[in-house]
């Protein structure tokens, strides 16, 4: 519940953020006719979400067995994928984001009322995508627990709230640390996935050495215990894995981790030369 929750709080702010800069671009444009267009793209975003998670994970829970292992660890890359992509694409797009989309809505209210839905159906429903396919990815191995889910809309709750005090100015928050350090939060989870999906690959049959542990602690770390639980739920761990999930792991956070902690290269701003006064 506290990871998927974590997750809920920075998928849902960073949507909350994109629609925000939206309403903000109109309420000062003297536009408020166009907000109901933006709440309409809003609000079909939300719904396909909706959609989307209910399919994929009524599609995940009917099947048992080998097959299961195989889905599961298919949906737990594809996780990984995303979740990679998207902390890696923020590190760089954070603070053109605002410019970006006011340039969009800007084009937008020149062609009409179908192009302010769409703008705003495709920015919050790329996010809710995001969140749909990593929640499954990384709530694979509650076996059909309830926690993930709650964490994920109780996080969402959390978001939503943040984002009307920020709009209202009642809070105000450091998007660059905060962005940072959630995603290296994110990048720990990612490496959990990553080791779980291919454990449950190997399972399936597709990839070999499953057999092949690397170490095993089962007699010292009890999986069963708070601390297990908590660890397990984040990150993924378990006390005997295999050489293939502890070489993923490590090698995942030494590529993905220097790529994300790095500052993103800024672009030297160039000045117009000044005109010379003309010789008298």
């Keep these: ?12 702010l960073e949507t909350g953020i994109v629609v925000m800069i939206l309403v903000a671009f109109l309420v000062k444009s003297d536009r ?47 996780a990984v994928a995303i979740v990679t992509g998207m902390v890696l694409w923020m590190r760089s797009a954070a603070a053109s984001i605002s410019g970006t989309l006011k340039a969009g809505m800007a084009r937008a209210l020149d062609v009409g009322p179908v192009a302010v839905t ?59 640390r905060f962005f940072r350090w959630t995603g290296v939060f994110l990048v720990f989870v990612a490496a959990g996935i990553l080791a779980y999906g291919l454990r449950a690959l190997q399972i399936g049959g597709i990839l070999p050495g499953g057999s092949a542990t690397a ?6 770390w009890d999986a069963g215990s708070w601390y297990g639980t908590v660890v397990a739920g984040i990150f993924n761990f378990r006390p005997e894995p295999t050489v293939l999930q502890v070489a993923a792991w490590v090698l995942y956070l030494v590529v993905v981790l220097p790529l994300f902690l790095r500052r993103p290269k800024t672009v030297p701003r160039v000045t117009a030369p000044q005109p010379q006064p003309a010789a008298s």
């Design 1 to 12: 519940m506290v990871g998927s929750g974590l997750i809920g709080v920075r998928e849902g």
């Design 215 to 220: 170490f095993d602690i089962s007699d010292t």
């Design 32 to 78: 408020r006719d166009a907000l109901k267009w933006v709440w309409t793209g809003v609000s079909a975003a939300v719904g396909m979400v909706a959609v989307v998670f209910a399919v994929i994970h009524l599609g995940t829970s009917t099947v048992t067995g080998l097959t299961a292992e195989i889905i599961a660890g298919i949906a737990s890359l594809i």
């Design 118 to 176: 769409s703008l705003a159906f495709l920015a919050v429903g790329r996010e809710g995508i995001e969140t749909a396919l990593l929640m499954v990815g990384y709530a694979e191995n509650t076996n059909g627990s309830s926690w993930p889910l709650l964490g994920l809309l109780a996080g969402i709750a959390v978001a939503a709230f943040l984002t009307v005090l920020l709009y209202f100015g009642a809070v105000r928050i450091d998007f660059a």
